[in-house]
């Protein structure tokens, strides 16, 4: 059988975000977003660490360019640090032009370099300002007009040199991880053991609805009046894992697969596409899921230029019996690494939650593509951690076979999704340039293609897997 390809325009590169890898937190007028006060607050980050420092990437952008340069990538996805461009947030608080104008410089020096920026407005890092005012996303009437025109003033400094502009990154995590577990910024949950604040059985769903009508008014400005004169395209990303019934000879397991990825992408993608929430989301959450007016509808219903995909791994479904608990988000289901055969969804990995599985990521391509009538997509995130990658010595850490593997797998999977299935993906960006700050995992955990030392001034090493993506995609990528 010939060999999958992918096509010969296919967009490949590398991604990070601003407050993973940037630090310099006060240079320039930048001021604190919700990231660097939830790492002040005791307990919350495993090292103690924050973004403070980080990769030092504020402050290098020229090394990061020649590090692309030398990987051989296309593309380039960063996200913009909100609070260094608009350091209080809001609609009528002043811009900063040294924040705005260092994104400017750093895109044009990535075109110099002929590297295609991929620019996500909100990776997490609210300013914390909008927080205290009001709130944050809790707030929709106030923070959708404070994210439009903050979209507003990038997309006038920018749209003339950015193709591909990412709303959110993840609002499921942002919504989840924030609101309900409350294990990211700002914190909130049900569980009183870790924040006094927080109500998980209904946040989740009021800031995603935010996020939502947000990103549907930035797309629509940026549709009526950048898209006309510069062209591009703008999308939102979100996060999506494939799922396998823990029984396969339970209907019960196999209905909860379903209803697992409708919590998961449909909760964000369903309003995109078709303009409402899943009906089990809604049969599940009844008056806790927000309703859509007829004008959000309109502006969130046919709001994606594209698919932005973030992928990383595979799990085991299974229904759990009885009435959901007041703070599920999952569905009423279980994710699992084994099945009811005792077999390993996948290899373990430095992440609790990241278990590789190739094959799973042509499926989710597959499901994807299925249920929104054969979007484009690209993958906005891709790539794994390494269980012990840390503790290893420099020598060994560099040779990350590991991580060439995966990602030898995963390209090949989506080549067979492209060639074999006919799914329209047209982008692939490896999860991460950098090793840097995994939220609250610190810096223990590292998804780099690059090590960085930060003992020793965050110097930056390409590990095998930064040499080895550009063999992949010139085996893969047909030629003219
Ligand atoms: C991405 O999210 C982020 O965009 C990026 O910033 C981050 O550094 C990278 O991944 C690596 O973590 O709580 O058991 O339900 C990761 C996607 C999706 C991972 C949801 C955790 C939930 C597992 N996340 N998933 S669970």
Not at 5 to 27: C, K, R
Not at 303 to 315: E, K, L, T, V
Not at 356 to 361: D, R, V, Y
């Amino acid at each position: 059988m010939a060999k999958s390809q992918l096509p010969p325009d296919f967009l490949w590169g590398f991604a990070t975000a601003a407050y993973q890898i940037e630090g310099a937190v006060h240079e320039d007028g930048r001021a604190d977003s919700i990231w660097d006060t939830f790492c002040r607050q005791p307990g919350k980050i495993a090292d103690a660490s924050s973004g403070e420092v980080a990769c030092d990437s504020y402050r290098r952008t020229s090394q990061d360019i020649e590090l692309l340069k030398s990987i051989g990538a296309k593309a380039y996805r960063f996200s913009l640090s909100w609070s260094r461009i608009i350091p209080l947030g809001g609609r009528d608080d002043p811009v900063n032009e040294k924040g705005l104008q260092h994104y400017v410089h750093f895109v044009d020096d990535l075109r110099a370099a002929g590297i295609e920026p991929l620019v996500t407005l909100y990776h997490w890092d609210l300013p914390d300002n909008l927080e205290k005012r009001y709130g944050g996303l809790l707030n929709k009437d106030e923070f959708v007009q404070d994210f439009t025109h903050y979209a507003k003033v990038v997309f006038e400094a920018l749209a003339g040199q950015v193709k591909y502009f990412i709303t959110f990154n993840e609002p499921w995590c942002v919504a989840v991880h924030g609101y309900q577990k409350g294990i990211f910024a700002p914190g909130r949950t049900s569980d009183r053991s870790v924040n006094p604040e927080g109500d998980g059985s209904r946040e989740p769903w009021i800031v995603a609805h935010s996020m939502l009508v947000a990103h549907g008014h930035a797309v629509k400005l940026f549709r009526d009046e950048f898209k006309p004169k510069h062209g591009g395209r703008i999308a939102i990303t979100l996060n999506g894992d494939w799922g396998e019934p823990w029984d396969k000879n339970d209907p019960k397991d196999v209905a909860a697969v379903q209803r697992k990825q409708e919590f998961f992408i449909g909760w964000h993608g369903d309003p995109i596409y078709f303009g409402d929430y899943p009906a089990s989301m809604r049969e599940q959450l009844q008056d806790r899921l927000p309703e859509f007016t007829e004008e959000e509808r309109a502006i969130v219903k046919g709001s994606n230029d594209f698919y932005g995909m973030n992928h990383y791994c595979a799990d085991y479904v299974r229904h759990i019996e009885g009435v959901p608990a007041a703070d599920d988000v999952t569905g009423n289901t279980e994710l699992l690494k084994v099945n009811k055969e005792g077999e390993r969804i996948g290899p373990e990995t430095q992440s609790s939650w990241l278990t590789p599985n190739p094959l799973g990521f042509r499926k989710l391509l597959n499901w994807i593509s299925n249920r929104y009538d054969h979007p484009t997509i690209y993958v906005t995130e891709n790539g794994t951690s390494l269980k012990g990658e840390n503790d290893l010595p420099i020598d060994q850490l560099l040779e990350d076979d590991f991580r060439v593997q995966f990602f030898e797998d995963y390209i090949g999977a989506m080549a067979d999704a492209y060639t074999l299935d006919k799914i329209d993906v047209q982008g692939y960006m490896a999860w991460s340039l950098l090793d840097n700050f995994e939220w609250a995992e610190g810096y223990e955990t590292r998804f780099g293609v690059t090590y960085v030392d930060y003992e020793h001034g965050q110097t930056r090493h390409p590990k095998k897997s930064a040499r080895m993506i550009r063999h992949m995609f010139d085996s893969v990528i047909r030629k003219e």
